[in-house]
């Protein structure tokens, strides 16, 4: 079976500080792997995605990735964090072919950041 | 570029009352459509998914329904809203083939039933 795991409901960082977002996945084959970000009451935005290839991924708005296959984990990194950065962020693994080829989701890290 | 629209953005209804949700997609053809609802702290719950005109498979068993009368719209329904139907509805699209599984996802609607 097909799961997202991210371990941290919540984490508050300072401004300037580094961040690093847990991910854990459960997936059968080689997994195609996000995260997203989602502001109060908007939308998913996608920050990056894993499909092969170099295992470090780079995204929007400064943020990396790392996959590691034997750790099962896909931790959201970025070296100094802006207060704009507050969100909700959500991992995500699939594809799922039995569910039109959707994405599992993760219940997601709410990033607090103080001044 | 791609475009997805939802709407309205918030709803208030009460108990009872039939829903109409819509989202449109624009920029694409033949997209794989899903609505998710997102309930505080429970991350996100895929409802339905259609991989093409009037194909819609349900993931959970509610008094919601899905449609999709044209490529690029998805339709949410209810006939009686229950007050656990309140939540905040998101559509999202995907490529459905090759590797573009990443999905987009539209503003969202807050329902709120009272």
């Known amino acids: 079976a097909q799961s997202v795991t991210q371990p941290d409901i919540h984490i508050t960082v300072s401004e300037g500080a580094s961040l690093e977002l847990r991910c854990n996945y459960s997936?059968?084959?080689?997994?195609?792997l996000f995260w997203y970000v989602q502001s109060p009451g908007q939308g998913l935005q996608l920050l990056l995605k894993?499909?092969?290839?170099?295992?470090l991924v780079q995204g929007i708005k400064g943020f990396e990735a790392e996959f590691k296959r034997s750790q099962s984990s896909f931790n959201l990194r970025k070296p100094s964090v802006h207060w704009s950065d507050a969100a909700e962020y959500f991992c995500?693994?699939?594809?799922?072919?039995?569910?039109?080829?959707?994405?599992?989701f993760g219940k997601g890290t709410s990033l607090l950041v103080t001044p | 570029s791609q475009t997805i629209h939802q709407w309205p953005a918030t709803l208030v209804q009460p108990v009872g009352s039939p829903l109409s949700l819509e989202c449109t997609v624009e920029?694409?053809?033949?997209?794989?459509l899903y609505w998710y609802r997102q309930a505080a702290g429970r991350g996100l719950q895929l409802l339905f998914y259609?991989?093409?005109?009037?194909?819609i498979s349900s993931e959970v068993p509610q008094n919601l329904s899905a449609s999709r009368p044209q490529d690029r719209q998805f339709i949410l329904s209810s006939k009686k809203l229950l007050l656990s139907d309140s939540g905040f509805y998101l559509c999202?699209?995907?490529?459905?083939?090759?590797?573009?599984?990443?999905?987009?996802f539209g503003p969202g609607t807050r329902l709120t039933v009272t």
């Open positions: 894993y499909f092969s290839g170099d295992t």
């Open positions: 920029g694409t053809s033949n997209p794989n």
């Open positions: 999202a699209w995907s490529g459905g083939g090759g590797t573009a599984y990443e999905q987009y």
């Open positions: 259609s991989v093409g005109i009037g194909q």
């Open positions: 995500a693994v699939g594809p799922n072919s039995n569910s039109g080829y959707a994405l599992n």
């Open positions: 997936y059968g084959a080689t997994p195609y």
